[in-house]
C-alpha cells in the first residue's frame, strides 16, 4: 500500500502548510544567526591571525621559538625613512638604533651640520619620520590582567553564589521575604554592567579606599555575575532528587552533611555549567573594568612592583613582612586587560593601518583566552558529570 493510499497519512490541509512554513522560517532565522556569527569570527581570524602568527620568530637562545606580539609590552610605533628606505620600529628598537634614550632624544639642542649618533646613524638621513601610539610591540600585560581579573572574580562569585543558592534552596523557609529575594537576583540579572561600574566606583575604589586595582575589579565583576551564578545554582539544587536527601538524612547524617556530600557533589555540573556565562560576561565587559581595575598606560605587570627598603623593618622582621607587602602590592596594583585595550586603541588613539592590525590581534587573543578558561570549565563538567550519574 503506497503512501497517498495508506489510510493514517497525513492530508495536506491549510494548517499543514503552515506547520511547514513555520517549521523553514524558524529553520533560516537560526541559520542567518549561525551566519552572522560565523561571519565575525571569520573576519576577526582572518585579520586577527596574521598579526598573532606573523611575529613568530625562531632564534638560538631559549626558548627558541619567541612570539612578539603575544610576550611583549605594547610600545610606539615609529615610521621612518632612513636613506630613502621606508622602515618600521618599536619605540625600543628605534632609540637602539639612533643610539639615543628618548629622554636624551627630547632634550637633545639642535646642532648645526651632522651628529653622528653612537651607532653610527646620522640623524639628517632620517626623513618624514612618524609615530603611532599602541601600533607596535605586543599585549602580555593585557593577556595578564585579564586572566587574573578572570580567575579572581570567578573564585568569589562562585563562592558567594553557591552558599547563597545552597541557603535559598536548602535552609530557608519559603514565604514572602524570600521570593522578594528571588526577584531582586531575577531582575540584577539584568542591570547594564555600567551600573555595576559606577557602584563599584562608589563602593570599592572610593568608600572602601581600593582605588583603581585588582581587589576593586574582582568585587565588581563578581558582583556583576553573581545573579547569574546563584539562580543556576540553586535551580542545580533543586534538580538533585529528594530521595538523596531523605536517605541521608535517615541514615543519621546531619543537614550540613548531606548537602556537601550527596547533594553539592551531583549539582557541581550545572553549577560550572553557569560559570562558563559567566567568564563570557566578566571577560567581555569593558565598563566595570575602565571603572574598577584598568590603566590605559599601565604596562606593570602585578609582580614587578619595587618594594622599597624603607616600607620594610630592619632585620629579620623585614624577611618575614616581604611577602604581605608583596602581596598587598599585588592586588592592590592597577592591571590593563583585553577588552579595555581594544576600547582604547580602537577609540582613543588616531586609526590607520596599524592600529587596524592592532585591533583585530587583540580581539583574536580576546576570543581566544576566553575559549580556553571557558574550554577548561566545560571539561571539567562533562568529567565531573561523567562520575555522578543517577
Same mark, same amino acid.
Given at each position: 500500500?503506497?503512501?497517498?493510499?495508506?489510510?493514517?497519512?497525513?492530508?495536506?490541509?491549510?494548517?499543514?502548510?503552515?506547520?511547514?512554513?513555520?517549521?523553514?522560517?524558524?529553520?533560516?532565522?537560526?541559520?542567518?544567526?549561525?551566519?552572522?556569527?560565523?561571519?565575525?569570527?571569520?573576519?576577526?581570524?582572518?585579520?586577527?591571525? =596574521?598579526?598573532?602568527?606573523?611575529?613568530?620568530?625562531? &632564534?638560538?637562545?631559549?626558548?627558541?621559538?619567541?612570539?612578539?606580539?603575544?610576550?611583549?609590552?605594547?610600545?610606539?610605533?615609529?615610521?621612518?625613512?632612513?636613506?630613502?628606505?621606508?622602515?618600521?620600529?618599536?619605540?625600543? &628598537?628605534?632609540?637602539?638604533?639612533?643610539?639615543?634614550?628618548?629622554?636624551?632624544?627630547?632634550?637633545?639642542?639642535?646642532?648645526?651640520?651632522?651628529?653622528?649618533?653612537?651607532?653610527?646613524?646620522?640623524?639628517?638621513?632620517?626623513? &618624514?619620520?612618524?609615530?603611532?601610539?599602541?601600533?607596535?610591540?605586543?599585549?602580555? =600585560?593585557?593577556?595578564?590582567?585579564?586572566?587574573?581579573?578572570?580567575?579572581?572574580?570567578?573564585?568569589?562569585?562562585?563562592?558567594?553564589?553557591?552558599?547563597?543558592?545552597?541557603?535559598?534552596?536548602?535552609?530557608?523557609?519559603?514565604?514572602?521575604?524570600?521570593?522578594?529575594?528571588?526577584?531582586?537576583?531575577?531582575?540584577?540579572?539584568?542591570?547594564?554592567?555600567?551600573?555595576?561600574?559606577?557602584?563599584?566606583?562608589?563602593?570599592?575604589?572610593?568608600?572602601?579606599?581600593?582605588?583603581?586595582?585588582?581587589?576593586?575589579?574582582?568585587?565588581?565583576?563578581?558582583?556583576?555575575?553573581?545573579?547569574?551564578?546563584?539562580?543556576?545554582?540553586?535551580?542545580?539544587?533543586?534538580?538533585?532528587?529528594?530521595?538523596?536527601?531523605?536517605?541521608?538524612?535517615?541514615?543519621?547524617?546531619?543537614?550540613?552533611?548531606?548537602?556537601?556530600?550527596?547533594?553539592?557533589?551531583?549539582?557541581?555540573?550545572?553549577?560550572?555549567?553557569?560559570?562558563?556565562?559567566?567568564?563570557?560576561?566578566?571577560?567581555?565587559?569593558?565598563?566595570?573594568?575602565?571603572?574598577?581595575?584598568?590603566?590605559?598606560?599601565? &604596562?606593570?605587570?602585578?609582580?614587578?612592583?619595587?618594594?622599597?627598603?624603607?616600607?620594610?623593618?630592619?632585620?629579620?622582621?623585614?624577611?618575614?613582612?616581604?611577602?604581605?607587602?608583596?602581596?598587598?602590592?599585588?592586588?592592590?596594583?592597577?592591571?590593563?586587560?583585553?577588552?579595555?585595550?581594544?576600547?582604547?586603541?580602537?577609540?582613543?588613539?588616531?586609526?590607520?593601518?596599524?592600529?587596524?592590525?592592532?585591533?583585530?590581534?587583540?580581539?583574536?587573543?580576546?576570543?581566544?583566552?576566553?575559549?580556553?578558561?571557558?574550554?577548561?570549565?566545560?571539561?571539567?563538567?562533562?568529567?565531573?558529570?561523567?562520575?555522578?550519574?543517577?
Amino acid at each position: 500500500m503506497t503512501a497517498r493510499t495508506h489510510p493514517f497519512h497525513r492530508k495536506a490541509n491549510v494548517a499543514s502548510y503552515q506547520e511547514t512554513a513555520v517549521f523553514w522560517a524558524l529553520r533560516a532565522f537560526t541559520y542567518v544567526i549561525l551566519a552572522f556569527g560565523v561571519l565575525i569570527f571569520s573576519i576577526i581570524i582572518y585579520k586577527g591571525a =596574521p598579526t598573532v602568527f606573523g611575529s613568530f620568530r625562531f &632564534d638560538r637562545t631559549l626558548p627558541y621559538v619567541h612570539n612578539d606580539f603575544l610576550f611583549t609590552k605594547p610600545q610606539t610605533l615609529h615610521v621612518f625613512k632612513y636613506k630613502g628606505e621606508i622602515r618600521q620600529m618599536s619605540a625600543a &628598537d628605534f632609540y637602539a638604533f639612533v643610539g639615543q634614550t628618548p629622554e636624551a632624544s627630547a632634550a637633545a639642542p639642535a646642532a648645526p651640520g651632522p651628529v653622528l649618533s653612537s651607532t653610527g646613524v646620522n640623524p639628517d638621513d632620517i626623513t &618624514d619620520h612618524e609615530t603611532y601610539s599602541y601600533a607596535a610591540g605586543g599585549i602580555w =600585560p593585557q593577556i595578564v590582567g585579564t586572566v587574573l581579573l578572570v580567575i579572581g572574580s570567578m573564585a568569589i562569585a562562585l563562592i558567594l553564589g553557591i552558599f547563597s543558592a545552597i541557603y535559598l534552596s536548602e535552609y530557608s523557609k519559603q514565604g514572602p521575604v524570600i521570593s522578594t529575594i528571588r526577584l531582586a537576583i531575577i531582575n540584577l540579572a539584568g542591570v547594564p554592567s555600567i551600573v555595576f561600574g559606577l557602584f563599584g566606583v562608589g563602593l570599592f575604589v572610593l568608600y572602601f579606599g581600593w582605588n583603581i586595582s585588582l581587589m576593586a575589579g574582582w568585587f565588581t565583576l563578581a558582583f556583576m555575575v553573581l545573579p547569574v551564578i546563584i539562580t543556576a545554582s540553586e535551580e542545580s539544587l533543586r534538580a538533585v532528587p529528594q530521595g538523596f536527601r531523605q536517605g541521608s538524612l535517615a541514615l543519621g547524617a546531619t543537614k550540613w552533611q548531606t548537602i556537601y556530600q550527596n547533594v553539592l557533589p551531583y549539582a557541581l555540573p550545572g553549577i560550572l555549567t553557569s560559570s562558563v556565562l559567566g567568564i563570557a560576561r566578566v571577560a567581555g565587559e569593558t565598563a566595570p573594568i575602565l571603572f574598577t581595575a584598568a590603566y590605559a598606560t599601565s &604596562d606593570k605587570l602585578p609582580w614587578e612592583l619595587n618594594i622599597t627598603p624603607d616600607r620594610l623593618s630592619p632585620g629579620f622582621l623585614g624577611y618575614l613582612q616581604y611577602p604581605f607587602v608583596w602581596l598587598h602590592d599585588f592586588v592592590f596594583h592597577g592591571v590593563n586587560a583585553l577588552p579595555y585595550h581594544i576600547y582604547v586603541v580602537s577609540s582613543k588613539i588616531p586609526q590607520n593601518e596599524f592600529t587596524e592590525r592592532v585591533q583585530y590581534g587583540t580581539a583574536f587573543v580576546f576570543l581566544a583566552v576566553v575559549m580556553t578558561i571557558a574550554l577548561a570549565s566545560i571539561l571539567l563538567r562533562i568529567r565531573l558529570r561523567s562520575r555522578l550519574k543517577w
